[in-house]
């Protein structure tokens, strides 16, 4: 048998094969169009330039000097400033301009400069835009002697020089847009206002920044001069503190300034130059920062630089990638939050990340930013010592970072007890027994995006309809939320959901068609509570990936439910092998999952608006109006360790959600936030895994924490098949797993699974386990439909109780490994690897664990290859595989991908902001 791949189209035929051919004569035609048209762009600006230069000599303008902070180490001496043309008589640094006329300077390239430093000259030539940028070997250093600028027919100029301390041990680099003062990168018309028609005078600094940065600079005790860094005194050795900025050497002027009337520490100012370089249309930035960075390490290797920025551009990716390179040589990564993490923005504290080792913090303004960094200084072992609030803080979402303050939620719940059922064979005999005792004086709700009414919940039944229909019988008070789906002829389940809902109405249960979603959209949560009135332990809640449906009763053996699904993949066959994985809730969690239900019954928009179901619906006298719920109960006793946060998405609909106004993005959030502390292991059972959006929070992870593995088991195809929907999905998930490759490369494992019979399983399950510490278990996909767009539930669980077995603290950052996330994750391998249960010795230490999954994957990819012969590996993994797409079928593809099978659900304001 051949190697699995994931279905596509048939080959291109040879016209798509001249297509792709033609595209990429076109780019390359272009790439030399480019190089043209800079070119002759280039050399008019310089002909334009000299025509004015020759023109301003004739009127008898003359090279004048401005000076920028630059440093002194040892011997070595960096000297800053710009040859400019300016009219007779005495030139200050502003040259007479303010905002935007400051950028209107007349350079004078190549113009020769000496440079007196020690007593001693020495000559120098600017660069062609002017630029006085040297280091030169002067024995003695500064000798406490200021650097002077000359250039004939001018008074000398002085170059003001930061002597830093040879021995000094601890230094700053800050950057300065929205990092020093607030500039708005992220708004393109905001920053030009404050860039090109505000003065020095009228921008305002950060929150806190200055504190900050003073507390940096005396927080060196203990290195020689310290005393002497904060002082105006340029001449006394201090603690190197560095401005770099990819701002214009013209803002310098006002820049120092600013820097010196809000008490910041003085310091050397590194920016740049904006507009054409010899080969690029614009200055690369980065590249001026990661130099920067470089020079600085080598010029003092023995100084721990605190790197200062924000993540509105490039600042995360390069203080990250110099911790990494270096780490001895950075003491903290603090970034201000002004733009979104990986898409995600959270607001609010404890956004603590390491990178090699080195804290990376992050918070909105320089107060904070100190405040988390004495945290980070003295945080302990909070979980190992019991104490459970700090790490909830540390991996839950805060009532501020979900977003939504007019919810009934709370941001989480503790003291609940969680058991994972893994498949519908395990989940559905239990629900039936719970919707069996349920009776007078109880209260059942559910809510699913499909509902089969004849699908059996144990062999011999019920089946749904008859579990709701009896509770009801007996005098509980049924009520249901069921999508009102896309039509059968879709491959969707509007039958099937109205059947289910119209056959309950006869026993007196209100089960309702729910449409109240976006267009396109669905209400994707699946969820069952049961409520007790007369014995509150005894309420439960179901929630997780299985719908109550066909296809769904399948168990570990993979031999499929007996009841066909007719609108499925071809390759899975009528009855296909299904994965899948519920939660069973008991605890004050039971609660806040009730809640979620009594927000949506409670909507006041009409359940449907589109006309071609309201006339049905009149015609059928279908209840089209939700009865009042019973008053709730108090939450249920606490009956476990574990702490549960619920984590949802619900789009910007209009009118909106009286719960969710502009919607809810705390699914996307809560991942966002857990990744921060992702260390080792993040393995994921997903259903899609097609958006660049979420895999780019997964490749960002992977970035930052050089050790961590991502493992994610995929179907092996998609779970539909028709000659629309293969290239849209292939296309979001060949673009999310080539991310998180080229982020992680070998550390990346994508695997899809099979039954003891060669058939492909479709995994369905909605799983993340991160470090064995924090797990979900949900409905929602890793996909931008399920962040934005849909309705989705899913729990996100800590256990209190720690697990014993080595490793402990598979992360090393003292929250060890919890109990329920370990347990889960080693069902789950043990499954796919064929052992027993209790045979995972080698399956505990995330490393081992990962190495031992993919020899089996491998092997049994080979036993496959070489024609199956012997008996089969035990193991049901093989790597996952996906097949390039050609550049027609991507064009073609990537609208429906965008509009109908991956949509954006967020408010416009978000999506321009790049915002959750």
Same mark, same amino acid.
């Given at each position: 048998m051949p190697p699995a791949t994931t279905r596509a189209l048939p080959d291109p035929s040879r016209p798509v094969a001249v297509v792709d051919r033609l595209v990429r004569l076109a780019r390359g035609a272009a790439r030399g169009g480019d190089r043209l048209a800079h070119g002759a762009v280039r050399r008019g600006d310089r002909g334009v330039h000299a025509l004015l230069a020759r023109r301003a000599r004739a009127d008898g303008w003359r090279t004048s000097l401005v000076a920028f902070p630059g440093y002194a180490v040892g011997d070595r001496v960096r000297v800053l400033g710009r040859?400019?043309?300016?009219?007779?008589?005495?030139?200050?640094?502003?040259? +007479?301009?303010? $905002?935007? =006329?400051?950028? *209107?300077?007349?350079?004078?390239?190549?113009?020769? /400069?000496?440079?007196? @430093?020690?007593?001693?000259?020495?000559?120098?030539?600017?660069?062609?835009?002017?630029?006085?940028?040297?280091?030169?070997?002067?024995? +003695?250093?500064? $000798?406490? =002697?200021?650097? *002077?600028?000359?250039?004939?027919?001018?008074?000398? /100029?002085?170059?003001? @020089?930061?002597?830093?301390?040879?021995?000094?041990?601890?230094?700053?680099?800050?950057?300065?847009d929205d990092t020093v003062w607030l500039t708005g990168i992220r708004h393109p018309w905001r920053a030009a206002w404050r860039t090109f028609a505000q003065t020095g005078a009228d921008r305002r600094p950060v929150h806190g920044m200055d504190d900050l940065l003073r507390h940096l600079v005396a927080g060196a005790e203990g290195t020689p001069g310290e005393g002497s860094a904060g002082t105006e005194d340029a001449t006394t050795p201090g603690i190197p503190v560095v401005y770099l900025s990819n701002g214009p050497w013209n803002m310098a002027p006002p820049l120092v300034r600013f820097l010196a009337r809000h008490g910041f520490p003085p310091g050397a100012l590194l920016m740049t130059d904006w507009g054409l370089t010899r080969t690029r249309w614009f200055r690369d930035g980065q590249a001026h920062k990661r130099g920067t960075l470089e020079q600085l390490r080598r010029e003092l290797p023995q100084v721990r630089w605190s790197l200062v920025g924000d993540d509105g551009e490039h600042d995360p990716e390069l203080y990250v990638e110099a911790a990494l390179a270096a780490p001895a040589q950075v003491a903290a990564v603090l970034l201000r939050q002004v733009a979104p993490l990986g898409g995600i923005t959270l607001c609010g504290t404890d956004l603590v990340d390491q990178a090699g080792g080195v804290p990376v913090v992050r918070a909105p303004d320089g107060e904070e930013l100190l405040r988390l960094l004495r945290e980070r200084r003295t945080e302990g072992t909070d979980v190992e010592e019991g104490r459970l609030d700090a790490a909830l803080r540390r991996w839950f979402l805060s009532a501020e970072q979900r977003g939504n303050d007019r919810t009934r939620l709370p941001a989480w719940s503790t003291g609940n007890r969680v058991q994972a059922l893994v498949h519908g064979r395990t989940y559905f005999p239990q629900l039936a027994a719970e919707l069996a005792a349920a009776g007078p004086g109880d209260l059942v709700m559910?809510?699913?995006?499909?509902?089969?009414?004849?699908?059996?919940?144990?062999?011999?039944?019920?089946?749904?309809?008859?579990?709701?229909?009896?509770?009801?019988?007996?005098?509980?008070?049924?009520?249901?939320?069921?999508?009102?789906?896309?039509?059968?002829?879709?491959?969707?389940?509007?039958?099937?959901n109205r059947d289910l809902s119209e056959g309950l109405a006869e026993d007196d249960a209100e089960v309702l068609l729910d449409q109240r979603v976006r267009p396109m959209g669905s209400h994707h949560q699946k969820f069952v509570v049961v409520r007790h009135g007369d014995d509150p332990s005894r309420d439960v809640a179901f929630l997780g990936g299985i719908d109550l449906a066909h296809s769904r009763r399948d168990d570990a053996r993979h031999e499929g439910d007996e009841q066909e699904q007719p609108h499925f993949a071809r390759a899975y066959g009528t009855t296909p092998a299904w994965h899948d994985v519920q939660l069973r809730l008991h605890g004050p969690v039971v609660r806040d999952v009730e809640d979620t239900f009594r927000e949506r019954w409670e909507d006041p928009a009409v359940l449907s608006r589109l006309p071609w179901q309201v006339l049905p619906d009149l015609l059928r006298g279908a209840d089209r109006d939700p009865d009042s719920l019973p008053a709730p109960a108090p939450p249920p006793p606490p009956a476990g360790s574990c702490a549960v946060q619920l984590l949802r998405t619900y789009p910007n609909r209009w009118p909106g959600y009286p719960f969710a106004p502009d919607g809810e993005r705390t699914a996307a959030r809560g991942y966002a936030k857990a990744l921060l502390r992702a260390r080792r292991l993040v393995y994921v059972e997903d259903q899609y895994m097609w958006s660049t959006d979420v895999a780019q929070v997964f490749a960002e992870a992977l970035r930052r924490s050089p050790d961590l593995h991502l493992v994610v088991v995929v179907p092996r195809h998609a779970d539909q098949d028709g000659v629309l929907a293969v290239p849209a999905t292939l296309l979001g998930h060949t673009q999310a797993l080539q991310l998180v490759r080229e982020a992680g490369g070998e550390r990346v494992r994508e695997l899809d699974v099979e039954n003891p019979l060669g058939e492909p399983v479709y995994v369905h399950a909605k799983v993340c386990v991160i470090d064995d510490v924090w797990c979900t278990v949900g409905s929602d996909n890793f996909n931008r439909r399920s962040w934005t767009h849909d309705s989705e539930l899913t729990a996100a669980v800590l256990d209190a109780e720690a697990d014993p077995r080595e490793p402990r603290d598979p992360a090393g950052l003292g929250d060890g490994a919890r109990r329920f996330a370990r347990d889960l994750r080693l069902e789950l391998w043990r499954e796919h690897l064929d052992r027993a249960d209790g045979d995972d010795a080698d399956l505990v230490d995330p490393v081992e664990a990962v190495d031992a999954l993919w020899r089996s994957a491998l092997a049994l990819d080979a036993w496959h290859a070489g024609g199956q012969q012997g008996p089969r590996p035990p193991g049901r993994l093989r790597p996952h595989r996906t097949e390039p797409q050609p550049v027609l079928q991507r064009w073609a593809a990537t609208p429906l991908y965008r509009t109908v099978f991956d949509p954006d659900g967020r408010p416009p304001r978000m999506k321009l902001r790049g915002l959750h």
């Open positions: 040859a400019l043309l300016a009219p007779p008589g005495p030139v200050g640094d502003d040259l +007479g301009h303010r $905002g935007w =006329r400051r950028l *209107l300077t007349l350079e004078e390239a190549g113009a020769e /400069v000496e440079v007196v @430093v020690g007593g001693v000259g020495h000559r120098v030539r600017c660069d062609e835009n002017g630029l006085l940028d040297v280091s030169l070997e002067v024995p +003695g250093g500064t $000798g406490g =002697r200021p650097v *002077l600028l000359r250039v004939p027919g001018r008074e000398p /100029v002085q170059a003001p @020089v930061r002597v830093f301390d040879a021995r000094a041990t601890a230094g700053v680099v800050c950057d300065v559910v809510s699913d995006w499909r509902g089969d009414p004849d699908e059996l919940l144990t062999d011999d039944g019920p089946t749904v309809t008859e579990a709701f229909a009896g509770a009801a019988r007996r005098g509980a008070n049924v009520k249901g939320l069921l999508w009102r789906s896309h039509l059968d002829s879709f491959r969707f389940s509007s039958e099937e």
